[in-house]
Nanobody, 121 residues
């Protein structure tokens, strides 16, 4: 059973920093593109950043220059370093990954349970 588990959320003042982690576990053949999404109350889930297995990254305009996505393929772990946080970054942050599980021949999309990030003004 493949699972994604996030950690690192919390409460921080505006201008502060947080680092989120997402670790994939279970029997897997490969982990391909991974990404972070977020959902604020009353809003749709939106893309924050993605990273391919080769390290190519993509960011939402709202976080460019402030957030950095990275991954450690040996640890099946992805990170999101969030600096210069703003109150509008407050949301539930979800980890996503395209994974080929053991015994299957194609990608499945997996989601983590979410970790809350709250930025106070």
């Amino acid at each position: 059973q493949v699972q994604l588990v996030e950690s690192g959320g919390g409460l921080v003042q505006a201008g502060g920093s947080l680092r989120l982690s997402c670790t994939a576990s279970g029997s897997m053949i490969s982990i391909n593109t991974m990404g972070w999404y977020r959902q604020a109350p009353g809003k749709q889930r939106e893309l924050v950043a993605t990273i391919t297995s080769g390290g190519r990254t993509n960011y939402a305009n709202s976080v460019k220059g402030r957030f950095t996505i990275s991954r450690d393929n040996a640890k099946n772990t992805m990170y999101l370093q969030m600096n210069s946080l703003k109150p509008e970054d407050t949301a539930l942050y979800y980890c996503y990954a395209d994974i080929i599980p053991a015994g299957r021949g194609y990608n499945y999309g997996y989601w983590g349970q979410g970790t809350q990030v709250t930025v106070s003004s």
